[in-house]
């Protein structure tokens, strides 16, 4: 095992077999191993800095049925709700004096907000607050759509390809929606000049340890500026009610291997990770992570953004969760900086 995480370690890229070998065969050793190699990497670059996002979940209506998600259209027991783009420019306030200089403005597909009312979102927050990067997370949009978001101010996207193997994708997504249309929308954000980010479910239903491989080579091939990477966990009202969550374990390996396959990339520790372990967010630190995305959203509407079960963080104003994220991060020897948080330029 050693030997393959040294080889990853020299920035080369494993073989499909020797990927394979490597999640199958892992032992709390080689965890251990893997681990103290990504956090020297990680210290190279951010040393023992923590990037905060300030997310802001605007609206939890989906056109989409993907089958694992709480919010999919077909959840008929979903109170929906959304944000105005006052509510939205209040979020922002609070964020800024609590030290964000990141916005990442998250929802469903929601045709409700065309790309006007985005594109004017968007102009407001970085004409209040030049300083901060904003970061979409609103799904599949048209190049020109995408091109319209970046020209009003939007630095950053994320978009999660979920899966890299097409016959997994159509597992667990309506035949509606395809990895290829996924896919090349992120070469479409890339094309346009934002810092792109995207991810995966770890543990989603079906998944084998060849579709985890492929999603690494996949992510190799794409070469984000983020990588974001979360546990798969159920949501009661969806097809995936009776699949099983506990992909910790697992989850942390794949943020270690990602961390050491592209080196200065951004790599959240996610809310989802803090959701199937209290120390969650803090292991995925010390796995390779170097980016928290604590919630700014209104408490009023936290508990309708359910994705999957027992989502943490529900009840508390976001100063309480910006000063908890705090706390945890200095117990471990780390520090929430004030800063956009971009990445760091590859020196190797
Ligand atoms: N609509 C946008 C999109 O498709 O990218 C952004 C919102 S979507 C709800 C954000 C992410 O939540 C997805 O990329 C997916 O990976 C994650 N997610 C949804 N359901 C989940 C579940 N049951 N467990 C873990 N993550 C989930």
């Known amino acids: 095992m050693k030997d393959l995480i040294d080889k990853l370690e020299k920035n080369q890229i494993l073989t499909k077999e020797e990927f394979v070998k490597l999640i199958e065969n892992r032992t709390p050793e080689a ?65 800024y004096e609590l030290g964000f200089r ?30 901060c990067a904003v970061t979409l997370s609103i799904g599949e949009k048209s190049y020109r759509s995408y091109k319209a978001y970046f020209k ?30 996924r896919k090349q929308c992120l070469r479409n954000l890339k094309e ?10 770890v543990g989603s239903p079906y998944q084998t340890t060849e579709n985890l491989v492929e999603d690494l080579l996949f992510i190799k091939e794409l070469n984000p500026e983020m990588v974001g990477i979360g546990p798969f966990i159920p949501h009661h009202d969806t097809p995936f009610k009776e699949f099983k969550g506990d992909n910790g374990e697992l989850t942390l390996f794949m943020i270690g291997i990602i961390r050491l396959m592209i080196p200065n990339v951004l790599l959240p520790s996610t809310t ?3 959701t199937i372990d209290p120390n969650g967010r803090e292991k995925g630190i010390l796995s390779g992570a170097n980016v928290v995305m604590p919630n700014l959203s209104p408490v009023n509407v936290r508990d309708k953004y359910l ?9 508390d104003e976001s100063a309480e ?13 780390y520090d929430v900086v004030v800063s956009r948080g971009d990445i760091k330029p590859k020196t190797i």
């Not at 978009?159 to 035949?175: M, W």
């Not at 346009?192 to 479910?201: A, L, P, R, T, W």
């Open 321 to 333: 969760c910006r000063h908890c994220m705090e706390n945890r991060m200095n117990k471990i020897g």
């Open 31 to 95: 965890a251990d191993y893997l681990f103290e190699k990504a956090r020297a990497v990680r210290h190279k670059y951010y040393s023992k800095d923590i990037y905060l996002r300030g997310l802001i979940e605007f609206t939890n209506y989906c056109k989409n049925d993907c089958y694992y998600c709480g919010i999919r259209k077909s959840n008929k027991n979903a109170i929906r709700y959304r944000l105005t783009k006052e509510q939205i420019l209040e979020c922002c306030k609070i964020g």
């Open 272 to 274: 989802a990770l803090g």
């Open 307 to 315: 994705l999957y079960d027992n989502k943490i963080c529900t009840g």
């Open 152 to 181: 009003a101010g939007a630095d950053r996207y994320l978009l999660r390809h979920e899966t890299a193997s097409e016959e997994h994708y159509n597992k667990i997504h309506p035949k509606e929606l395809s990895l290829s249309n």
């Open 192 to 201: 346009i000049g934002y810092q792109v980010g995207s991810g995966f479910m």
């Open 102 to 131: 990141t916005y990442v403005l998250q929802g469903g597909e929601d045709p409700f907000f065309t790309d006007n009312n985005l594109i004017e979102i968007i102009r407001e927050i970085k004409q209040n607050y030049p300083d």
